[in-house]
C-alpha cells in the first residue's frame, strides 16, 4: 500500500505498477492493487512482462498497457 501512498502524496494522475518479481498471474492482479484505491484515486495498472505505454510529448495522457507498442 506504501506506492499509493506515495502516489498519492506525489499527485501523480496514473500508477503503473511495474518490475513485479515474482510476477503475479494477471488473475490476481485486483487482489495484488486491493486497499489501493483507498489511498489513491486514479487509475492503477499493473504491467506484465510485455505491456507497453506511451505519454505523448506535452500530454497527461497515458495510452497502454498494450502488448508491444503503443507508439503512433
Not at 45 to 70: E, H, M, N, R, W
Amino acid at each position: 500500500l506504501e506506492v499509493a501512498e506515495v502516489a498519492a502524496l506525489a499527485g501523480v494522475r496514473s500508477l503503473v505498477l511495474t518490475h513485479i518479481i515474482p510476477p503475479i498471474p494477471e488473475v490476481f492482479s485486483g487482489a495484488f492493487i486491493q486497499g489501493m484505491d483507498a489511498i489513491y484515486t486514479g487509475p492503477i495498472a499493473v504491467a506484465k512482462d510485455v505491456d507497453s505505454f506511451y505519454l505523448p510529448p506535452d500530454s497527461t495522457v497515458i495510452f497502454g498497457p498494450c502488448d508491444g507498442p503503443c507508439a503512433p
